[in-house]
């Protein structure tokens, strides 16, 4: 499975997806985030959950986790505070008051977001992908990215879509992966 970038050219061979272990509720969610990232509804960004780039008439835009927080409904954009060239929205989970230990910006609003659409802990599940036919430098290891760090190297929310996808449905093993290739974190 390759991962595509904007302009289409691959950025990245799935070597490995893990299966998620999700209930009935979870999977469900997740199926509608999934659909929200086909959809075309949102506007895709990097660095930051939610924002608005300088100059950019398209309005708001979301990495793929801001747009698991919009659906979610268990919290609300709060201050936009500017962060380079993008005005950053902070999320504040319902009945939090803003404060700079709970508004989050950039990673997702705890745990309790994670555990919405069943992710596990730490910015969810690991991808293992390989670079090796892109860069010559590290033929013999293998990269990990996690949903975050796929939007904002780049690829596609309907790329994402399908890695997520790949998740609730079992999981996927390119019939090229070596696990004895080392992993780099």
């Keep these: 499975m390759d991962l595509h970038n904007q302009e289409g050219k691959v950025t990245f061979t799935v070597m490995k997806i893990p299966a998620l272990e ?8 997740t ?3 999934i659909e929200k990232l086909e959809s075309g509804e949102f506007l895709q960004i990097t660095s930051v959950l939610r924002g608005v780039k300088n100059g950019i008439p398209y309005g708001i835009g979301y990495c793929c986790l801001g747009v698991a927080c919009e659906i979610s409904g268990l919290g609300k954009w709060g201050t936009e505070i500017p962060s380079g060239k993008i005005f950053q929205h902070l999320f504040v989970l319902n009945g939090e008051v803003p404060s700079p230990s709970n508004a989050y910006e950039s990673l997702p609003p705890s745990q309790v977001i994670q555990d919405w659409f069943g992710m596990p802990e730490d910015v969810g ?11 010559t430098d590290d033929r013999e290891k293998y990269h990990i990215k996690r949903l975050p760090g796929l939007n904002d190297a780049g690829v596609t929310f309907a ?10 449905n079992g999981g996927y093993t390119n019939s090229q992966y070596d696990p004895t290739i080392s992993v780099e974190r």
Aim: aromatic share 10%.
């Design 22 to 29: 999700l209930t009935d509720e979870q999977k469900s969610r």
């Design 31 to 33: 199926l509608n985030w």
């Design 125 to 135: 599940f690991e991808i293992i992908l390989n670079r090796s036919r892109f860069r």
């Design 159 to 168: 790329e994402i879509a399908k890695v997520l996808r790949a998740a609730v």
